[in-house]
C-alpha cells in the first residue's frame, strides 16, 4: 500500500501486552432509569454501533447494551505516567523531584473491523481491544493527541494526530501509514469518513495561510484578509487517489482577526450526505455548513453566544431530519437548530459528548448519559 507522501510509520516498536486485562464493571450499572442513564463516570465519547454504546472518559471504557443500558465490558487497565513535581533544594534554587505514578487517560475512542482503538493519553499510544474478548489491549506507538474515524466498511481507522499528519491503519493486521497534512498545517479538531469511504475529511485547527487553503467566496474581504486564513482549515483527502482534492479556510467569517483563533471541535455529516457540519470553539459563528458537492462553505450557523463571551463554543454536534443538535461547552446544555426555519431550542443538560443511533440522541451528562427520542 504505497502512494504519493506516504511512507511506513514505525508503529510496532512500541506494541506491547497490557499489564492487566480489562475487567466487568466494578460499579453496578443497573440500566436506564427512564431516559438516564448513571454508570459512574463522566463521558467524554460516546460511539454507537450494532446495539451497543461504547463511551469513554476518565480512566474507563465502558460497553453497554444499547436496549436495556446493561454493563457488558469495562476496561480500566491504562498505563501508568510519572508526574514531576518542583522541589527546592536548601539553598532556595529550584530542582525537579519525581512524583506519584498516575493512570493514563483516554483520548478518542472508534470501532473498526470488530475492535476498539482508544488514544491512551500522556503515554503516546493507540489501545487495540478486541470486542469479542475484551482481553489484553495491543499498543501501537503514535503521537499523544489526535482523534479517530472509522472507514464505514470497518477495515480501517484513521488516527489524525495533533501534530503534523495523520494515519491509515489496517483494522486487521494494525499496519499503519503515515500521511503528511498539507504545508504548513498542524493540530486537529475533527475527523470523519464520507459514507462511500472514499473521502477523509480532516478539521486542521492551524495553518490555512500556508496550506494555501481558499476563503470563502461570500466573506468580505475585510474579514477574509490574509491575516485572518492563519487560522483553521478543513481539507478532503481521497483515500483512493492518496492526495487531498480541496483545502478550505474554516475560521471566524464575521469578525477580522491579527490572528484567527478559530478552533474546529467536530465533524458531523448530514443524513443525505450533502451537507458537512463543523463546529467551532473560540468562533463567532457557532457552525459552518459545508457544501460536499461544491467544496465550499454556505451560509453558517449562528448560536447564541456564551455568557460574558463573544462566541458560543460549540463542542459536537449529531444531525436527525432537519435539525441540528449541539452540545455547547461552558454552557452545559444541549441546543436544536432548526436547520429550514433557523429557530434555536434549548434541550436541557448536557456535557460535551452526543450521538445518534437510529430513532435515539445520547447526550453525556455528569454521570452517564440522557437518551433523547427523536
Same mark, same amino acid.
Given at each position: 500500500?504505497?502512494?504519493?507522501?506516504?511512507?511506513?510509520?514505525?508503529?510496532?516498536?512500541?506494541?506491547?501486552?497490557?499489564?492487566?486485562?480489562?475487567?466487568? *464493571?466494578?460499579?453496578?450499572?443497573?440500566?436506564?432509569?427512564?431516559?438516564?442513564? @448513571?454508570?459512574?463516570?463522566?463521558?467524554?465519547?460516546?460511539?454507537?454501533?450494532?446495539?451497543?454504546?461504547?463511551?469513554?472518559?476518565?480512566?474507563?471504557?465502558?460497553?453497554?447494551?444499547?436496549?436495556?443500558?446493561?454493563?457488558?465490558? +469495562?476496561?480500566?487497565?491504562?498505563?501508568? #505516567?510519572?508526574?514531576?513535581?518542583? %522541589?527546592?533544594?536548601?539553598?532556595?534554587?529550584?530542582?525537579?523531584?519525581?512524583? %506519584?505514578?498516575? &493512570?493514563?487517560?483516554?483520548?478518542?475512542?472508534?470501532?473498526?473491523?470488530?475492535?476498539?482503538?482508544?488514544?491512551?493519553?500522556?503515554? *503516546?499510544?493507540?489501545?487495540?481491544?478486541?470486542?469479542?474478548?475484551?482481553?489484553?489491549?495491543?499498543?501501537?506507538?503514535?503521537?499523544?493527541?489526535?482523534?479517530?474515524?472509522?472507514?464505514?466498511?470497518?477495515?480501517?481507522?484513521?488516527?489524525?494526530?495533533? %501534530?503534523?499528519?495523520?494515519?491509515?491503519?489496517?483494522?486487521?493486521?494494525?499496519?499503519?501509514? +503515515?500521511?503528511?497534512? &498539507?504545508?504548513?498545517?498542524?493540530?486537529?479538531?475533527?475527523?470523519?469518513?464520507?459514507?462511500?469511504? +472514499?473521502?477523509?475529511?480532516?478539521?486542521?485547527?492551524?495553518?490555512?495561510?500556508?496550506?494555501?487553503?481558499?476563503?470563502?467566496?461570500?466573506?468580505?474581504?475585510?474579514?477574509?484578509?490574509?491575516?485572518?486564513?492563519?487560522?483553521?482549515?478543513? @481539507?478532503? #483527502?481521497?483515500?483512493? %487517489?492518496?492526495?487531498?482534492?480541496?483545502?478550505?479556510?474554516? *475560521?471566524?467569517?464575521?469578525?477580522?482577526?491579527?490572528?484567527?483563533?478559530?478552533?474546529?471541535?467536530?465533524?458531523?455529516?448530514?443524513?443525505?450526505?450533502?451537507?458537512?457540519?463543523?463546529?467551532?470553539?473560540?468562533?463567532?459563528?457557532?457552525?459552518?455548513? #459545508?457544501?460536499?458537492?461544491?467544496?465550499?462553505?454556505?451560509?453558517?450557523?449562528?448560536?447564541?453566544?456564551?455568557?460574558?463571551?463573544?462566541? &458560543?463554543?460549540?463542542?459536537?454536534?449529531?444531525?436527525?431530519?432537519?435539525?441540528?443538535?449541539?452540545?455547547?461547552?461552558?454552557?452545559?446544555?444541549?441546543?436544536?437548530?432548526?436547520?429550514?426555519?433557523?429557530?434555536?431550542?434549548?434541550? *436541557?443538560?448536557?456535557?460535551?459528548?452526543?450521538? +445518534?443511533?437510529?430513532?435515539?440522541?445520547?447526550?453525556?451528562?455528569?454521570?452517564?448519559?440522557?437518551?433523547?427520542?427523536?
Amino acid at each position: 500500500m504505497k502512494g504519493p507522501g506516504m511512507r511506513w510509520a514505525a508503529v510496532f516498536l512500541g506494541m506491547m501486552a497490557a499489564f492487566s486485562a480489562g475487567c466487568q *464493571g466494578r460499579e453496578e450499572v443497573v440500566g436506564w432509569s427512564g431516559d438516564e442513564l @448513571a454508570v459512574g463516570i463522566r463521558p467524554e465519547h460516546i460511539v454507537c454501533q450494532n446495539g451497543r454504546l461504547y463511551i469513554a472518559g476518565g480512566t474507563h471504557i465502558l460497553a453497554l447494551d444499547e436496549e436495556t443500558g446493561k454493563l457488558l465490558r +469495562r476496561f480500566d487497565g491504562f498505563s501508568k #505516567y510519572e508526574a514531576w513535581r518542583e %522541589e527546592r533544594d536548601p539553598e532556595g534554587n529550584v530542582v525537579c523531584a519525581r512524583g %506519584e505514578l498516575h &493512570p493514563c487517560h483516554v483520548g478518542a475512542i472508534a470501532v473498526a473491523g470488530n475492535r476498539l482503538f482508544a488514544t491512551e493519553l500522556f503515554a *503516546g499510544n493507540l489501545l487495540v481491544l478486541d470486542l469479542d474478548t475484551w482481553g489484553p489491549p495491543m499498543r501501537l506507538k503514535m503521537p499523544d493527541q489526535g482523534v479517530l474515524a472509522a472507514a464505514p466498511s470497518g477495515r480501517e481507522v484513521y488516527y489524525a494526530s495533533n %501534530e503534523e499528519a495523520f494515519y491509515r491503519i489496517d483494522a486487521r493486521s494494525l499496519q499503519a501509514y +503515515r500521511v503528511p497534512y &498539507p504545508k504548513g498545517a498542524r493540530g486537529i479538531g475533527g475527523a470523519l469518513v464520507s459514507p462511500d469511504g +472514499r473521502t477523509l475529511y480532516l478539521a486542521i485547527q492551524r495553518g490555512a495561510r500556508d496550506a494555501g487553503a481558499k476563503a470563502p467566496p461570500s466573506v468580505p474581504p475585510s474579514v477574509a484578509g490574509p491575516a485572518n486564513r492563519s487560522g483553521p482549515l478543513l @481539507a478532503e #483527502y481521497d483515500l483512493t %487517489e492518496r492526495r487531498y482534492v480541496a483545502l478550505r479556510s474554516i *475560521g471566524d467569517t464575521r469578525v477580522q482577526r491579527v490572528d484567527d483563533a478559530s478552533i474546529p471541535t467536530s465533524l458531523c455529516l448530514s443524513q443525505d450526505g450533502k451537507s458537512l457540519y463543523i463546529t467551532l470553539w473560540q468562533c463567532g459563528i457557532g457552525m459552518h455548513v #459545508y457544501d460536499v458537492a461544491d467544496h465550499c462553505l454556505r451560509e453558517p450557523i449562528v448560536l447564541p453566544d456564551a455568557s460574558g463571551l463573544n462566541w &458560543p463554543n460549540c463542542w459536537s454536534a449529531a444531525q436527525a431530519g432537519n435539525d441540528l443538535y449541539v452540545t455547547l461547552d461552558h454552557q452545559t446544555h444541549l441546543v436544536r437548530a432548526d436547520i429550514v426555519r433557523g429557530q434555536i431550542t434549548e434541550l *436541557g443538560k448536557s456535557d460535551k459528548a452526543v450521538c +445518534r443511533s437510529g430513532n435515539n440522541l445520547y447526550v453525556s451528562i455528569s454521570n452517564g448519559i440522557r437518551r433523547i427520542r427523536l
